[in-house]
């Protein structure tokens, strides 16, 4: 969840959303997002909502305690079910996020997917994720997860090369990853996802292939790879700034995107999303595709950001408000905006292009059909889905989707 929360509407106390958010809603996935605000130690690169225990120290008291941090969680899941009245809609699926959500308890993330399951249901095939980090898990706590009902867990690798490692500020050591995903096979998660960052100050060629070997050996199903971001306020920022860490440049992102599709590819991992690529079709991170493809997810949790039928919000920053709200029986919702449609139109052009599948031509007025036409010429989108109706990126075009997408929604 980001650090910075856009501006917007004030948020109802009650949390009721317009009416018009529920119409059809039967048509679209369900899904929720639990964030977990909680962190042993900050990494230099992070930007999210995050806190250490030195952070909360004094700021937010027992309100903000992690000890008590399911108990609060459940009263939005609570809180969602009033909102979202007779929704019959089953859950399909659960990402929890952070953070690192693994500080809590297994039994606490039981207890936060259980909520949801008494108050919604789950869908039978339902996807049940956590992130973890590395450190923060054994064969014990994963088997806890698995009995509790998740089913898919994505471990942060970030990289197999100390060096790189130590210019995030991550902690763990390497190997550690691997190890982790051989344990939640054996605790029987069937979905196993380890994320990789690529572009780190320091690292080269061979540091990059080497972390793509060693996440490929491991055997997940499935592994995201995405350019670090040096955001402003972040400690490497401040670093590079310094001149103490050098900046990499846009050029060497792309040449590290080549080698981890090229090499992903050939170990079998067929990129579906920019920045991921699975083993097989029920190896895809299906929350990530409810986010992708507009549908209906709420997200629960100090700065969690939740959207339903055109009605996006986002809760208040800090863990001590965000109890505090709730226990006084308000929402935590700090704003909304409600989407216009042509917002969602430009959304769906944004974040659809990014799918394998890509957009529907459809969605483009005519000046972006006239850059779609452009781009098939220039390499960036596919010819055969072109004529067959869609807006579908090449190899070139994943490097310049962010260029190619401005084009499309004029």
């Given at each position: 969840m980001p650090s910075v929360l856009p501006d917007g509407e004030p948020m109802p106390e009650d949390g009721a959303l317009p009416a018009s958010a529920l119409l059809g809603a039967g048509e679209r996935p369900l899904g929720f997002y639990l964030h977990v605000p909680y962190c042993a130690t900050r990494c230099g690169y992070c930007d999210f909502n995050t806190y250490t225990a030195t952070e909360l120290r004094g700021?937010?008291?027992?309100?903000?305690?992690?000890?008590?941090?399911a108990a609060t969680l459940t009263d939005e899941v609570r809180l969602a079910r009033k909102v979202l009245g007779d929704d019959p809609r089953p859950v399909r699926t659960v990402f929890v996020g952070g953070g690192t959500p693994t500080l809590l308890a297994a039994a606490d993330?039981?207890?936060?997917l259980g909520a949801i399951r008494d108050e919604f249901g789950l869908a039978d095939d339902a996807e049940i994720t956590t992130e973890a980090n590395p450190e923060s898990v054994d064969p014990a706590y994963?088997?806890?997860?698995?009995?509790?009902?998740?089913?898919?867990?994505?471990?942060?690798?970030?990289?197999a090369r100390q060096h790189v490692l130590k210019v995030l500020d991550r902690t763990h050591t390497p190997g550690r990853p691997e190890a982790c995903v051989a344990e939640a096979r054996a605790a029987g998660f069937d979905h196993v996802n380890l994320d990789l960052i690529y572009g780190t100050p320091g690292e080269s060629d061979d540091d990059w292939r080497a972390s793509l070997d060693a996440a490929i050996g491991a055997g997940p199903d499935h592994v995201s790879?995405?350019?670090?971001?040096v955001e402003e306020g972040t400690q490497l920022a401040r670093r590079i700034r310094r001149g103490e860490v050098p900046m990499t440049d846009d050029d060497v992102h792309a040449d590290r995107y080549l080698i981890a599709d090229s090499v992903l590819a050939e170990a079998g991992y067929h990129w579906y999303e920019v920045s991921n690529w699975a083993t097989s079709e029920s190896g895809r991170c299906l929350h990530n595709e409810l986010y992708w493809r507009g549908a209906d997810w709420w997200g629960a949790g100090p700065g969690a950001h939740s959207h339903v039928g055109g009605v996006r919000w986002w809760n208040v920053k800090h863990p001590g408000a965000y109890a505090a709200a709730l226990a006084e029986g308000r929402s935590p919702g700090a704003g909304r905006e409600v989407l216009s449609g042509e917002d969602r139109r430009v959304e769906r052009v944004l974040l659809e292009l990014r799918l394998r599948e890509g957009c529907?031509?459809?969605?483009?007025?005519?000046a972006g059909l006239a850059a779609a036409e452009q781009a098939v010429r220039d390499g960036l989108l596919e010819a055969a889905p072109y004529t067959e109706g869609r807006a579908v990126l090449t190899l070139r075009g994943r490097l310049l989707a962010d260029?190619?997408?401005?084009?499309?929604?004029?």
């Open positions: 700021s937010g008291g027992v309100l903000a305690s992690r000890d008590n941090y993330l039981v207890r936060m994963l088997a806890a997860l698995r009995e509790g009902g998740f089913n898919r867990i994505s471990f942060g690798m970030q990289s790879a995405y350019a670090l971001i529907p031509l459809a969605l483009l007025k005519p260029a190619v997408v401005r084009d499309l929604v004029d």
